[in-house]
């Protein structure tokens, strides 16, 4: 007997072939016909949970009366099909499972209920890290460190893949988890037996990484959430959300010649964030959606979380279809989503289909997109190729003046340490700018910037390191290495390159990490391998790599030439993330570009170069080689495309993608429904959050005699909150590290550490880059401790210490866009475990928010239009806020008052807004976090 009450009579079959599906129809719904793509997905998804309890037919009528221009205010319950995982995000969720498991015992529960509910599947690929380039066995070395770096990590997760049910492992040396997804993962309609019959639905997931939005291009509603709201989907809890506002961005024309879809995507990024579409869906629609390959359809998905939306949706059509086919999607399984769309009015037919409303509208002509790049620091910066020297030179005013480095910060000598395989000295952590002797710069002036041309000797050649100089050039990460389009691009330019004799400056670290060994298949069949090593692009990992901060260390001469004359050099890579800090320590301007531009910055060497005006070198005959010259025509791609990709590749390599290498199945496994911690393990250990829980939660209290943590500005990203890159010998972490016996080469990244809570605690706002602003001129980890006379300078763990001996609750001060990036669930636990109750920003992004929350961390919003500046903050003083325990009434305040008290004893006093956004939250922060919340409810269950 089904629990499903089917208020609305959809409940239905559809035939396929032979085969006969369940299925819940939506085009009964009046209204549902008008409905964008992906709130018809909702509406199906609301149709088959529906238990008359948390998800209603009212909650059903909300969706299908949808009010296009109103603003979000009607609460839904979203149940993903399936989650997805990577393994720096991944790690924790298991270690958290585990946890879970035992404090059901302790609750007097049944360990064997915390267990995925719905299917699991985490794909290792953010641990590969580029110590070896430019050589043949950098693939094979890079892995053998890989494995001695994280074998307990991948125990670990060897583990979990036999203790839990329907839980699945990629292991390491396969690909990246968005393209193994869309290669490979992704059903695009999901089957799975219900109460004996076969239901058919949408294929739609969550996934612990931001760029989970890749697979809206296939047609499939997913978007990145923490990874505590991911653990949360695994138990069976649905995502509370707002229905949302949805963009419409038309399409029309076609890319031109010269230009690539990464173009296309920086252009829409570009748009997007100045439109403002944080907390929307993005739909794209019109005749020239038809024209968009689903590669670059991918491609534009991936980069949602560049321009701040929820998702960004490509409906089905002939082209998603050709894309299964190609991939090695069964002709059942294909014949099915065709079957199913056209059904359920989720098909594409420009001239066919009733228009969905939408919310908001833009459109975009692909004929007027031009070569681009983004940069020195975000993605949404996008320069038009033609500018970008000229930009360079305005930019780098920001980080150079008159020859010495604007950023006053004792970080910038000490970094050369900081990533696992570098034995460069280290300095002292107390060591400020002014006093560090460094050299005076015999600097010249060029124009309008500062150049410092530093000699250096790298494999025998003398050369000149510059400001502006490339010191990596990369062609990395899901979004650009899941497109054939571009890859191809940049194969056959390196190709073109080398014909013309043309080669790359000794001082550029090269490296090339496709997102799966497809690609490895398709540049072995058209012959490109020995173009692409012939300028240095050897295969180095399927991984993330540089795009994640996975870069490692630049070549040890550039490094000295930086860090001693604070040289402003680049790093060009084809990713989607270039936060400050996030590539490489040494390099403190990065820039996004489509793989052939990569290259072609490898070969010009420097970022202050004009492709039109300046030649790349000279040919045998002593000819100017112009970039011009070598860029390969994209009918010429499209055609060698076309006759080196195959259906048997990917069927081929995707054969037995859980099996892994002979390094993963020789991995000894633990065993056992519960995981043996091991004390002295410095990579998983048992975190702290079921302590001394009990069945029922304590009342919300009011805050009393806060302090500031940290006072941040715009654009603080959960890079600066929680950084994934390398660790400081000289930092709280890596004085944990050293003191449990880790070698410094050892340390690896805060990233492959997310398993050990001692770790990421002490690596919380440990970024390089981060501005504290209660300190003046001091970059990284630092703050006040207000607990001692005159609050000297310590690390911001040390100061959260001294606050929790004193029981001193904590505050965070932000501005806009606080907790933009990365999906990173430790930016809020480590908040959390600081010490942290409650962070008052001008506005947040989307998923930092909600995690914050998850941890039962209270987010507050200034009033509109004011600032901690407008108000007089200065972070000296003392918070209390008041009207919290509101929540234990039931009711969400819309505001809560807030008193800060200053030295002197003058108040400060304004309405802050609440931001939590629904009853769910409300629940989840009653409970001191969302896992507390769901463990309460499976004891009860």
């Known amino acids: 007997m089904s629990t499903n009450p089917d208020s609305f009579g959809a409940r239905g079959t559809l035939e396929v072939g032979e085969a006969s599906y369940g299925i819940y129809r939506i085009g009964g719904l009046e209204g549902a016909q008008s409905l964008p793509y992906s709130l018809k997905v909702l509406l199906e998804n609301l149709l088959r949970t529906e238990d008359g309890k948390n998800i209603t037919a009212d909650h059903i009528n909300s969706l299908v009366n949808w009010d296009e221009n109103a603003q979000p205010d009607t609460e839904i319950q979203f149940t993903p099909a399936r989650v997805i995982m990577q393994d720096f ?69 060897r583990w979990g893949q036999t203790a839990f049910e329907d839980f699945k492992v990629v292991p390491p ?15 695009v309609t999901m089957t799975r037996e219900v109460e004996g019959e076969l239901l058919a639905y949408p294929d739609t997931c969550v996934g612990t990484d931001s760029h989970t939005t890749m697979v809206n291009g296939l047609g499939v509603l997913g978007w990145g959430v923490g990874g505590i709201e991911a653990e949360a989907a695994m138990l069976g809890q649905p995502v509370s959300m707002l229905i949302p506002r949805v963009v419409g961005f038309k399409l029309s024309g076609s890319v031109p010649a010269g230009a690539t879809a990464t173009d296309v995507v920086l ?36 980069m949602s979380p560049e321009f701040g939306s ?41 001239s066919g289909n009733v228009e969905a409303r ?149 001082w550029v670290k090269t490296s090339m990490a496709p997102g799966s060994k497809v690609v490895t298949g398709y540049f072995e069949k058209a012959g490109m391998w020995p173009y692409l090593e012939g300028l240095g692009f050897h295969l180095v990992g399927y991984g993330c790599t540089t795009c994640i901060g996975n870069s490692g260390p630049i070549i040890e001469e550039v490094s000295e030439a930086v860090n001693d004359n604070d040289l402003a050099v680049v790093s060009v890579l084809s990713g989607n993330r270039n936060f400050e800090g ?159 016996g880790i070698e410094r080469k050892d340390f690896n990244s805060y990233g492959s550490r997310r398993g050990n809570h001692e770790v990421m605690i002490r690596g919380t706002f440990a970024n390089i880059r981060l501005r504290n602003q209660l300190l003046d001129g001091v970059e990284g980890g ?17 100061a959260s210490q001294a606050y ?57 919003q200034y009033p509109e239009g004011e600032t901690a500046d407008s108000l007089g903050l200065e972070g000296t003083e003392t918070f209390a806020i008041t009207g919290v325990t509101e929540l234990n009434e039931g009711r969400i305040p819309k505001t809560v008052k807030v008193t800060a008290t200053k030295e002197s004893g003058e108040t400060v006093e304004f309405d802050a807004i609440v931001r939590i956004d629904t009853p769910g939250e409300a629940d989840y922060y009653r409970n001191d976090g969302i896992l507390q919340y769901v463990l309460r409810s499976l004891v009860d269950a």
């Open 89 to 157: 995000t991944g790690v924790p969720c298991i270690v958290d499972l585990a946890t879970m498991r035992e404090a059901m015992g302790d609750l007097g529960g049944d360990p064997a209920k915390i267990n995925p509910l719905a299917p699991a599947e985490l794909v290792i690929d953010h641990s590969v890290i580029i110590d070896v380039f430019g050589r043949a066995d950098a693939f094979e070395r890079n892995v053998e460190v890989e494995y001695e770096r994280n074998g307990e990590r991948y125990q670990f997760l």
């Open 173 to 187: 040396g396969t690909g990246i988890v968005h393209q193994v997804n869309i290669e490979h993962l992704a059903k």
């Open 267 to 302: 252009t829409i990024t570009e748009m997007l964030r100045d439109h403002g579409v944080v907390g929307k869906f993005v739909e794209f629609y019109g005749d020239g959606v038809s024209q968009v390959p689903l590669a670059n359809r991918a491609t534009i998905g991936n």
């Open 310 to 350: 929820t998702a960004a949706m490509f409906p089905i059509d002939e082209v998603t279809l050709e894309y299964l086919r190609l991939t090695g999607r069964s002709d059942e399984q294909v014949a099915l989503v065709e079957a199913y769309a056209k059904e359920q009015g989720m098909w594409l037919e420009p």
């Open 358 to 506: 939408f919310s908001e509208y833009l459109e975009l002509d692909l004929s007027t997109v031009v070569p681009s790049i983004a940069g020195p620091k975000r993605p949404q910066d996008r320069i038009a190729l033609t500018n970008a020297k000229k930009q360079f030179h305005a930019d780098l005013k920001n980080y150079v003046v008159n020859g010495n480095h604007i950023e006053k910060s004792s970080v910038d000598r000490e970094l050369a340490d900081t990533f696992p395989a570098s034995d460069a000295p280290s300095h002292d952590a107390n060591e400020q700018s002014e006093a560090a002797g460094r050299p005076e710069h015999s600097t010249l002036l060029n124009g309008d910037r500062a150049t410092h041309p530093t000699p250096a000797t790298i494999d025998g050649e003398q050369v000149e390191i510059d400001h502006g100089h490339v010191s990596i050039a990369s062609i990395t990460s899901c979004t650009n290495t899941s497109n054939p389009s571009v890859m191809m691009a940049a194969a056959m330019l390196a190709k073109n390159a080398l014909e013309k004799g043309l080669s790359v400056p000794p």
């Open 582 to 740: 996030r590539i490489n320590p040494d390099v403190k301007m990065n820039y996004l570009a489509s793989p052939p531009l990569v290259i072609a910055y490898a070969l010009a060497g420097t970022m202050d170069f004009d492709f039109d005006a300046e030649p790349l070198g000279q040919d045998k005959d002593g000819n100017d080689v112009y970039l011009k010259d070598i860029w390969p025509a994209p009918e010429d791609v499209e055609r060698t495309i076309a006759s080196s990709i195959s259906r048997e590749m990917f069927t081929e390599d995707y054969a037995d993608v859980f099996a892994g290498d002979d390094r993963w199945r020789s991995l000894p496994t633990p065993e056992g429904d519960t995981f043996e911690w091991v004390e002295e393990s410095t990579y998983v250990r048992k975190p702290p959050y079921f302590e001394g829980m009990q069945a029922q939660p304590e009342p919300v209290a009011d805050i009393e005699g806060a302090r500031v943590l940290a006072k941040l500005g715009d654009s603080v990203t959960t890079d600066h909150i929680s950084p994934a890159g390398s660790i400081k010998a000289d930092s709280p972490a890596g004085r944990y590290l050293s003191e449990h």
């Open 782 to 798: 630092f703050t006040r401790d207000f607990t001692k006379d005159d609050a000297p300078q310590t690390t911001i763990f040390e």
């Open 804 to 860: 929790a001996e004193a029981g001193v609750p904590l505050v965070v001060l932000a501005g806009k866009e606080y907790g933009s990036g990365s999906s990173r669930d430790w930016a809020a636990k480590g908040t959390r475990l600081l010490g942290v109750k409650a962070v008052i920003a001008e506005s947040y992004e989307r998923i930092h928010r909600s995690n914050l929350i998850g941890m039962g961390v209270l987010p507050l």
